[in-house]
Every structure is written in C-alpha cells, then in structure tokens.
C-alpha cells in the first residue's frame, strides 16, 4: 500500500501479454501505449537548441512570448479570441496538471470529482492525491439529485476521448457549461486529441473546446481547457503543455505552482512556442495518423472486432463483445499488445484500446497478423 492508499499502477498488469507479445518471430507490435514514434520536428528541436544557455530560473507563469504564442494558437486552431496572458499557463506536461488540478484547486477530504465513464484514469488519481472521491458523471442526469455532499466541485469532460474517440458536440458542451454555472462547478476539458479529428468534413479542423464562443457565451469563468503538444507534435519527451481559461482560477493555480516550484524549463517553453506557431508540421503528422488509421482500421475489422466511436484521437476503441483480457490474450498470441478496456473503468471491460502510435512498418505486420 503506497502512503496515498493508491491503486496498483495499471500498465504493470499487462507484463506477461507483453512477454508473450515479444515472443513473437517477427517481434512485438506494441499498440498498448499512446507514446509518439516519429522525429521531434527539426524546427522544435533548433529552437530548443538555441534557448539552451538558461542560466537563470525560469518563470512559472511562462515567458511573454510563450503565453502570447498560446494565446495566439487558441484564436488561430480553436477558435477562441480574446484570450490575455493572465488566462494562461505553461505545464510541465498535461497528466502533471491533471493530477494535480484538484489539490491546486484546493479540494480536500469530502470533495467530489466528477469524471467520464470511459476514462483517463488520471482524473480519478488526481482525485486520490487531493483526498477526494470520484464519481462517474457520464450525463448530467445520471448525477441524480445534488446535495451539498454530492454536487462535484470539478467536473472532467475529455473530447476528443481517451480511449474512446468520442466527440463531444457544442450543444452538448453548452448544456454542461450552463449546468455546472448554475451548480457552482468548475469544468475542466481535457482536449489535447483535438487536432486529431477523423470525422468526415473534419479531417484538419479541431473539436469544439469549451472556450469557445458558442460554448461559453464569450465568458470563461468557472473553465479550463487543458492541451498537450505531446501528441501533435511528438513532444512527449518534453513535458510541453498548458492550460487556459478563467484568469481567476488560473491566477490560483499559478500561486500555488510557484510556491512549489511546478516550473516547465525555459527552453521547452521557448521550444513550445515554436512549435504553436508552426502548422505545417502537425498537417504533416496528422496525415501520418490518417494513414495509419486507415491501415489500422480495415485489418482490424476484418479480424472480427467492431470499432466504436473513434471519431478522432490516435486510438480504434475495439470489441469482440467478451472480456477484454481475452481480446488482449488473443492478440498477444500474434504479437500485437493493445491495452485492456478495464483501464479505463467498468464501462470499458468488454473493449480494448489499440493505439496507431506505432512506425509504418510495424502498422503494416500488425495488419499482416490480424
């Protein structure tokens, strides 16, 4: 028992499927982690280079030019205008500030969380540290009827989904951003698959985010959207992302990150904000995703499993309608590793989660197996 009384790290459990998947003549094709497989884009990496005489302490609430570069990405990728330097945030990673967020917002023993039935299990550990407790918050009906003690201080919404792919439309995020005012809940929207969206007419756009207009109203008080470059960019060896949205909460946030020295190094940030600046790279692997999505997609299909959802993000959301620890069996018998539904909650034990993080050629011999 660790001293926060946390469960036992997921992943660990997949070790002997692994094994087994390694075993194979042709080697594993791990499609278990959603972890980037291509170059970190030359232009990210010189202007990593070039910040890397920091001597001095970087700032935790971001260069001037990394928050304007944030600020300018919103209006440019997200539609969202009007965002000032006071409503945003560099992060040293995005699941460091998901796991983190409730005990930033000072949430505390008694206090309850809000999270997707479907779920990065993030938010229910961020829930752990600060004390609190979880609760599945699928539909705002499924809530039942508040009370004081139940009535979530925060709420996760997580669109474009992991695992799941689902996105979440502008009716339904303004159904939620009314509701959760009208409650006093603060929403956080974990959206950094946004610039992963497979839909048709879609491909190249982002998903709604909460901070958008129509969404929101024009106002940003009780929000949070939370992105990672991680994905777009093949930045996860970084730590780069952030968060943005109401200047209030995000001043509280930021108060309690300098006295605990929560601070991205100064040549990410530097590196960051070349990178929002620049589009051509994420097209570029984005189209790199469609590709193998497509691969993916059909092979998988013919196997027998049906895909449910996966509109958009880097994962196919697959079942074959058993026990998912069968399906991962099953596929680790020909190599392949994908991640057990049960990871993310009783509502996914009958899926599994197969990412398309992996080179061409390995997509190519998993298509081969299936």
Same mark, same amino acid.
């Given at each position: 028992?660790?001293?926060?009384?946390?469960?036992?790290?997921?992943?660990?459990?997949?070790?002997?499927?692994? =094994?087994? $998947?390694? @075993?194979?003549?042709?080697?594993?094709?791990? &499609?278990? %982690? /959603? !972890? #980037?497989?291509?170059?970190?884009?030359?232009?990210?990496?010189? =202007?990593? $280079?070039? @910040?890397?005489?920091?001597?001095?302490?970087? &700032?935790? %609430? /971001? !260069? #001037?030019?990394?928050?304007?570069?944030?600020?300018?990405?919103? =209006?440019?990728?997200?539609?969202?205008?009007?965002?000032?330097?006071?409503?945003?945030?560099? !992060?040293?990673?995005?699941?460091?500030?998901?796991?983190?967020?409730?005990?930033?917002?000072?949430?505390?023993?008694?206090?309850?969380?809000?999270?997707?039935?479907?779920?990065?299990?993030?938010?229910?550990?961020?829930?752990?540290?600060?004390?609190?407790?979880?609760?599945?918050?699928?539909?705002?009906?499924?809530?039942?009827?508040?009370?004081?003690?139940?009535?979530?201080?925060?709420?996760?919404?997580?669109?474009?989904?992991?695992?799941?792919?689902?996105?979440?439309?502008?009716?339904?995020?303004?159904?939620?951003?009314?509701?959760?005012?009208?409650?006093?809940?603060?929403?956080?929207?974990?959206?950094?698959?946004?610039?992963?969206?497979?839909?048709?007419?879609?491909?190249?756009?982002?998903?709604?985010?909460?901070?958008?207009?129509?969404?929101?109203?024009?106002?940003?008080?009780?929000?949070?959207?939370?992105?990672?470059?991680?994905?777009?960019?093949?930045?996860?060896?970084?730590?780069?992302?952030?968060?943005?949205?109401?200047?209030?909460?995000?001043?509280?946030?930021?108060?309690?990150?300098?006295?605990?020295?929560?601070?991205?190094?100064?040549?990410?940030?530097?590196?960051?904000?070349?990178?929002?600046?620049?589009?051509?790279?994420?097209?570029?692997?984005?189209?790199?995703y469609a590709r193998r999505r497509e691969l993916l997609t059909a092979a998988v299909t013919r196997a027998g499993l049906?895909?449910?959802?996966?509109?958009?993000?880097?994962?196919?959301?697959?079942?074959?309608?058993?026990?998912?620890?069968?399906?991962?069996?099953?596929?680790?018998?020909?190599?392949?590793?994908?991640?057990?539904?049960?990871?993310?909650?009783?509502?996914?034990?009958?899926?599994?989660?197969?990412?398309?993080?992996?080179?061409?050629?390995?997509?190519?011999?998993?298509?081969?197996?299936?």
């Amino acid at each position: 028992m660790t001293p926060l009384d946390l469960p036992d790290f997921p992943w660990d459990s997949l070790a002997p499927f692994k =094994a087994r $998947a390694v @075993a194979h003549p042709d080697g594993i094709v791990d &499609l278990s %982690v /959603g !972890t #980037p497989v291509d170059p970190t884009p030359e232009i990210v990496q010189r =202007a990593l $280079a070039d @910040a890397a005489d920091a001597h001095g302490y970087p &700032l935790t %609430v /971001g !260069t #001037p030019d990394v928050r304007a570069a944030i600020c300018e990405w919103f =209006a440019r990728r997200r539609g969202v205008p009007g965002l000032g330097p006071d409503a945003v945030l560099p !992060t040293v990673g995005s699941k460091e500030l998901v796991a983190w967020l409730p005990t930033l917002l000072g949430l505390r023993t008694g206090d309850v969380v809000g999270v997707p039935a479907v779920a990065y299990p993030t938010y229910d550990i961020g829930a752990r540290i600060a004390g609190a407790s979880s609760i599945v918050a699928q539909s705002l009906t499924g809530l039942g009827p508040l009370t004081r003690a139940t009535t979530p201080k925060l709420l996760w919404l997580n669109s474009p989904g992991n695992p799941n792919g689902q996105v979440l439309g502008t009716a339904h995020l303004r159904k939620v951003v009314e509701w959760a005012r009208e409650h006093g809940v603060v929403v956080a929207s974990d959206e950094c698959y946004a610039e992963l969206d497979w839909r048709e007419g879609q491909v190249g756009t982002a998903t709604p985010s909460i901070l958008h207009p129509d969404v929101c109203g024009g106002s940003h008080d009780g929000l949070l959207a939370v992105y990672s470059l991680s994905k777009q960019s093949n930045l996860a060896g970084y730590r780069a992302a952030f968060v943005a949205g109401d200047p209030a909460l995000v001043g509280a946030i930021l108060e309690v990150r300098k006295h605990a020295g929560m601070i991205m190094p100064t040549p990410v940030q530097h590196a960051m904000a070349v990178a929002l600046r620049d589009d051509t790279h994420v097209e570029r692997q984005r189209a790199a995703y469609a590709r193998r999505r497509e691969l993916l997609t059909a092979a998988v299909t013919r196997a027998g499993l049906r895909i449910d959802h996966s509109e958009a993000g880097l994962y196919l959301w697959a079942t074959r309608e058993e026990d998912c620890w069968t399906t991962v069996s099953a596929l680790a018998e020909r190599g392949i590793l994908v991640a057990p539904g049960s990871f993310y909650g009783v509502a996914g034990e009958r899926h599994v989660r197969i990412a398309l993080t992996a080179t061409d050629e390995r997509i190519a011999a998993a298509c081969a197996r299936l």
